[in-house]
T-cell receptor
Framework: GAGVSQTPSNKVTEKGKYVELRCDPI?????LYWYRQSLGQGPEFLIYFQGTGAADDSGLPNDRFFAVRPEGSVSTLKIQRTERGDSAVYLC?????????????????FGQGTRLTVV | GNSVTQMEGPVTLSEEAFLTINCTYT??????LFWYVQYPGEGLQLLLKATKADDKGSNKGFEATYRKETTSFHLEKGSVQVSDSAVYFC????????????FGTGTRLLVSP
């Protein structure tokens, strides 16, 4: 697609429920990132994939959060036993990381985010 | 750890006024520095970037210079327009290649006619 697509755009869920947030990156982008933006704050890094593997998951707040990218394209962020404090906008971004020629690297392009509200 | 501090908003200006949004950073090594902009109802967009000291990033009339001696990357524009109203985020990436970005809290700019 032309840009990074995230679905759904809005999600309201009850405390304790499980949710999945989907990200379709720009075609051909090898790197995919998840960020979380709380109200009035800047985005905070959660996890980064290079291809299918999670290269850096140091930003995941706890083991209720998990993300996958099984075929190296679409990614799903999964949150178990949601809490009200998980309410935020979840942003996905993608970029091209060219292993052979770093001059081809691009900046991160962001989707419009999924607004998650836990009630 | 790495961090970014930017001036709190909102910044309210009249059209054609001069804009400065301050940004300072703390990082080990030589990070790359970015300004992202979020227009109402849209996603984050890269506005400009600089990858080494004394580099100047520029785009759409906005400029920012990477100042290592003052650890700053202030955003400036000589004459703002109503269409520049948005939230501006300063960010850094300490890694080369992948974009593990550390963002500031954002500064809302409101430009009135």
């Amino acid at each position: 697609g032309a840009g990074v697509s995230q679905t759904p755009s809005n999600k309201v869920t009850e405390k304790g429920k499980y949710v999945e947030l989907r990200c379709d990156p720009i075609s051909g982008h090898t790197a995919l990132y998840w960020y979380r933006q709380s109200l009035g704050q800047g985005p905070e890094f959660l996890i980064y994939f290079q291809g299918t593997g999670a290269a850096d998951d140091s930003g995941l707040p706890n083991d209720r959060f998990f993300a996958v990218r099984p075929e190296g394209s679409v990614s799903t962020l999964k949150i178990q036993r949601t809490e009200r404090g998980d309410s935020a906008v979840y942003l996905c971004a993608s970029s091209l990381l060219a292993v052979v020629d770093p001059r081809l690297n691009t900046e991160a392009f962001f989707g419009q985010g999924t607004r998650l509200t836990v009630v | 750890g790495n961090s970014v501090t930017q001036m709190e908003g909102p910044v309210t200006l009249s059209e054609e006024a001069f804009l400065t949004i301050n940004c300072t950073y703390t990082a080990t090594g030589y990070p790359s520095l970015f300004w992202y902009v979020q227009y109402p109802g849209e996603g984050l967009q890269l506005l400009l970037k600089a990858t080494k000291a004394d580099d100047k990033g520029s785009n759409k009339g906005f400029e920012a210079t990477y100042r290592k001696e003052t650890t700053s990357f202030h955003l400036e524009k000589g004459s703002v327009q109503v269409s520049d109203s948005a939230v501006y985020f300063c960010a850094l990436s300490a890694s080369t290649g992948f974009q593990k970005l550390v963002f500031g809290t954002g500064t809302r700019l409101l430009v009135s006619p």
